[in-house]
């Protein structure tokens, strides 16, 4: 007889997570979500067999058989690619001689012919982060349909993952956005799969990211502040931002600009910085509008600061033609300046006489070409005929 307190024998060989649930996918595309079985037993175990039961699921990076010693871990991916419209399920079955000699992954699937909304990025990788760091990505859902979406919940998959954002439901409308953030704080070193669940649109968001017991870095930007000064509209300025990795290594997950106006071309993250090394940036400004502008550039890290910034500013300048010539060799009181956008055919541009054999024009557009005569005026008001036309295109 069993005593009355007696109760099912905890599983040697464990599976995170303990299921996957893909969402929605796309006909004809596919998506990947990574899983990892722990032998968490005091003795070895031999993986000898694994059974999938649907053909729209496959399995790769794993090899059997395989014996995993007591505590360690093995990772593999699992793909649904779905070939026909509709919810599909079934088990990922792996057959060992751990205790649970046995043991089910469940998954499923819908296979549909749009997505109910757009997700960027599709999915996230942390790169390695240390173990008590922390890392985030920030992932925009948007509503590309005419009609509305609501979102109801969010549910997180995998240890260590964690995500933020409005109080929900929300109902997107046609074009409307909204933000996740995305939080991996690893509880051991090790690979780690997950996944963010979006019930509403059943959209899923895999997860991967890798713990290191190595220590935490952290992460300097230098300049404290890029300046651009004065770009014209239309330009693009570039400056560069130094990134410096002390007392360990620092792996930047991602980059966001609070203004549009400054971005990073060129960077792809995630990036990993060596401790006592350094990464070079591009920082580019591209105005829209005269005026002063500024912002701020955060880097998202595995850093003892998880979230770095760089302060930016700069002015954007109105597209303007500064024209000189020579003066005229008789006596004169100044001069005339004209303009057109056909050669002969022009109307004048200063407000008074010029005494000066110059002229700054801030009254052009940008994309124009424009062509200038300037005229001289005697002390008795009498105009000489245009001078020889000067072309200039307006970038």
Do not use: C
Request: hydrophobic letters at 40%; proline letters at 6%.
């Amino acid at each position: 007889m069993l005593p009355v307190d007696a109760g099912a024998a905890t599983p040697q060989l464990v599976s995170s997570p303990a299921n996957l649930r893909f969402g929605t996918v796309t006909l004809s595309q596919s998506e990947t979500q990574l899983v990892v079985l722990t032998n968490t037993g005091s003795t070895g175990t031999k993986l000898s067999g694994m059974s999938v039961s649907d053909s729209a699921f496959s399995v790769a990076g794993i090899s059997l058989p395989l014996t995993l010693a007591a505590g360690q871990s093995t990772t593999f991916s699992v793909t649904f690619s779905p070939g026909t419209a509709g919810w599909t399920g079934g088990n990922i079955t792996f057959t060992s001689s751990a205790s649970n000699a046995s043991l089910a992954l469940l998954i499923r699937g819908v296979g549909v012919r749009s997505l109910p909304l757009t997700v960027a990025p599709a999915s996230i990788s942390f790169g390695q982060v240390a173990v008590g760091a922390t890392a985030a990505i920030s992932v925009v859902l948007t509503n590309p349909h005419a009609w509305n979406e609501t979102l109801s919940g969010l549910q997180t998959a995998g240890t260590g993952f964690s995500v933020s954002g409005p109080v929900l439901p929300v109902t997107l409308t046609t074009g409307q956005s909204i933000e996740l953030n995305i939080t991996f704080a690893p509880q051991a070193a090790g690979q780690v799969g997950g996944s963010v669940f979006v019930t509403g649109p059943s959209l899923n968001i895999p997860l991967s990211g890798s713990g290191t017991s190595t220590t935490i870095g952290t992460l300097a930007i230098s300049p404290a502040t890029l300046n651009f000064w004065k770009v014209m509209i239309g330009e693009t300025g570039t400056q560069t931002a130094v990134l410096s990795a002390t007392g360990g290594s620092v792996t930047i997950s991602s980059a966001a600009s609070s203004n549009s106006q400054f971005a990073l071309p060129g960077a792809t993250f995630p990036v990993t910085i060596s401790a006592g090394q350094s990464l070079q940036l591009n920082v580019a400004f591209t105005p829209q509008s005269a005026g002063t502008a500024s912002g701020n550039l955060t880097l998202s890290s595995n850093a003892s600061d998880s979230k770095a910034s760089e302060a930016v500013a700069g002015t954007g300048t109105a597209p303007q033609v500064s024209l000189a010539w020579s003066p005229s060799t008789s006596q004169v009181e100044g001069y005339n300046v004209y303009r057109g956008t056909q050669a002969g055919s022009y109307s004048k541009v200063n407000a008074a006489l010029d005494p000066n054999t110059s002229y700054t024009d801030t009254a052009v557009a940008s994309g124009t070409t424009y062509y200038y005569a300037a005229t001289a005026v005697n002390s008795s008001g009498q105009e000489s005929t245009y001078s020889a036309p000067v072309k200039v295109a307006v970038p």
